[in-house]
């Protein structure tokens, strides 16, 4: 059985993985495999952290054999949806989260990119609002939404619910913080903190940008301007 842990990227997707391995033994594996998962496994601490599989199939080929699979396989996605699987799906604010991703082409991927293409989805992902829109979480069948912030700031409770959602019960209590998280991986972890990243993008000179591409998305996910 397979559970997607879906996403636009940099909403928190490996946090969520670090902790359904630390807390329930549920290792995951990246949809397009090894190839995208290259950064930690250099790093080596945070692909064990997060119980990192590894494979060479192509993403339709193994997304089959999850499904097929008698155990419940995690697979990490930032694709559009393509069935009616069961997912988690994580939603951060869209300020925060296209900041993010803005510094980590730059700085993990080292490609050259604007925040306006960002803003705009002339990247991997597209439009933070559009994959949502064809997401739409929190309306899917047998799909969990998931918000970063509650992730990152309870994660104790957004775990219980994660159980109930699973009908598993948790192996371990103790939960990794985010800082442990920024000091095994700081160019990819590179603070979490949604205040920040939306000060960032409030002084970019992009902030009316982001407004006219995502404000009925924003509204529709209960993230206010201001």
């Known amino acids: 059985m397979i559970l997607l842990l879906a996403s636009y990227p940099r909403s928190g997707n490996t946090f969520l993985r670090v902790l359904l391995n630390q807390v329930f033994g549920l290792p995951s594996a990246d949809i397009h495999g090894s190839g995208a998962e290259q950064a930690f496994i250099r790093n080596g601490v945070m692909f064990e952290a997060m119980g990192g599989v590894t494979h ?13 699979s008698d155990r419940l396989e995690l697979v ?72 970063f912030e509650n992730l990152v700031g309870d994660p104790e409770r957004e775990l219980q619910r994660i159980g109930q959602f699973l009908c598993i019960e948790p192996q371990a209590r103790d939960v990794v913080s985010f800082q442990w998280l920024n000091d095994a991986f700081p160019e990819f972890f590179r603070s979490g903190s949604d205040a920040a990243n939306i000060r960032e993008m409030e002084d970019s000179g992009f902030e009316d940008l982001f407004w006219r591409w995502h404000t009925p998305m924003m509204v529709r996910m209960g993230y206010t301007q201001g």
């Not at 060479?56 to 097929?68: G, K, N």
């Not at 994580?90 to 050259?112: A, F, K, P, W």
């Open 56 to 68: 060479e199939l192509d993403p339709q080929d193994f997304v089959a054999r999850a499904r097929a």
């Open 76 to 147: 990490k996605t930032h694709e559009r949806p393509s069935g009616a699987d069961p997912a988690i799906y994580l939603v951060r604010d869209g300020r925060s989260s296209l900041i993010s991703y803005y510094h980590y082409i730059r700085n993990v991927e080292g490609q050259d990119c604007s925040l306006a293409d960002v803003i705009r989805g002339r990247v991997y992902g597209g439009s933070w609002s559009e994959h949502i829109y064809d997401w739409e979480p929190e309306r899917r069948e047998r799909t969990l939404l998931i918000r």
